[in-house]
């Protein structure tokens, strides 16, 4: 097996010189994605410590250093005198893709796993079908036009290829974006968050005296519960000692709690909590289902305050994993569901919406985004009733424009897992959506202004014909025709000039 890509560089030998690794590092004016997600994700702090193994023009540490964060970094070519040190997270970024030597890739996943205390994050390029570029084969990857070494990976490969190296499962953040826990608590209070709805407490009802004498304390007391859906831990909050010596318990603080307040918004808040652990347990079977054991803590007392016990729990989670492979169960749920714009092969969801969907629903995308992660920039999701497909669409101008256009969209079959890219950027002519209330839930704040525009639109006959104002040609030819255009989300009588 040759020798690590970092060892190679402190022997004083070079790559071979028929590829430039150098080349393939970039200039950025912003924070890499595989930064990005873990940023987002919650999985750096304000107390961690992170090293960027093979950081290039060095971008990541210097951002990441002015947001006060402790990072450093280093690379063989741009920063080779940098020590390579252990941290809480370490990135390596779009660094396996650019090693042509096998043995040398696999040395140097390697050895950024033994850096790593908590958590590595590997990115590597992927391939995905319908980019159209014909690409020169070198290797198990391709030579650029600048002479550099690229291995594309298909998603999947990639997570097998870490998961064969390292003897860990990889977690999907994004395509290409992986992360691989050495916790493996952290890693199932993760994978738990990603569909732990956040919830506010419910407004007071009623007047009583005790609890407003007391509001300083039971507010807080109240965001403990409605976060976790039940009664806290002495540990989970901090100020239970003295609400029990206020109240003589917390079950009692609670019973005041709910006369102020009403008992019906708390029922709902305990069902979406337990709703989102039938959905975290449905998924994890995916996986190797971890024993009751190596959970954390809290999902554990989770676990036997709504369930009893994690046999009863992974019962149930079972049952909901199976009726999603079933197209029937999951064109019944799409048809009833309470959010989302259904069409005769699929129901459209803005991702505002997607944990207004039932659980089945819920299990269903997220098998997509099990194998997929976060797909950036989408906005809307496709659930196809009948083909087991999810689409992942991304309109840059949602919010902003009256009748957006689609700029991507990626489609995944989650019975065949391939995976297929439709890319709109260039075109003259894209898709354009229409009465884009339905996509959101009632309550999201734009609804009402949405709704106004599409009651106007529909008043004067302009969405009559589906057919042929699903573009943006189709759209514009329409309002010309019908001697209108648009002021913002406000149909106007006049032509555009």
Known sequence: MAPPWRWLILQGMEAPPSIPRHRTAIHRGDLSRPVK??????????????FDYGCGHGEDVELLTAQGLVCAGWDPVFSPDRSVQEADVVNLGYVINVIEDPGERSATLR???????????????VEVAGRGQARVEFGDGILTRLGTFQKFYGQGELKEYLEEQ?????????????????????????????YHRRAAAPRQRLSERRFEENRELLDPFMAALAALGRLPDLEEFQQAAEVISRFGSLKRAFALVRRVT??????????????DLLVYLALARFRKRPPIGQLPRGLRRDIRAFFSTYTAACRQADELLFRAGDAAAIDAACQRSPVGKLLPNALYVHKSALDSLEPLLRVYEGCGRAFL???EGANLVKLHRFSGKISYLIYPDFDSDPHPALLRCVKLSLRTRQLECYDYAQSANPPVLHRKETFLHPEHPLHAKFARLTEQEERHGLLDDAATIGTRAGWQARLRQAGFTLRGHRLVRGTSS
């Open 37 to 50: 997600c873990t940023l987002g994700d919650g999985l750096i702090d304000a107390v961690s410590t992170v």
């Open 111 to 125: 050895e950024a796993w033994g850096l790593a205390r908590k958590l590595l994050v590997v990115a590597a390029q």
């Open 166 to 194: 390292l003897g860990i499962e990889a977690i999907p953040a994004a395509l290409g974006v992986f992360y691989l826990f050495k916790d493996e608590a952290l890693r199932q209070q993760f994978l738990a968050n990603r």
């Open 262 to 275: 009403g008992a019906d918004s708390w029922e709902t808040l305990r069902r979406h909590r337990t709703e």
């Open 373 to 375: 992660g976060e797909v």
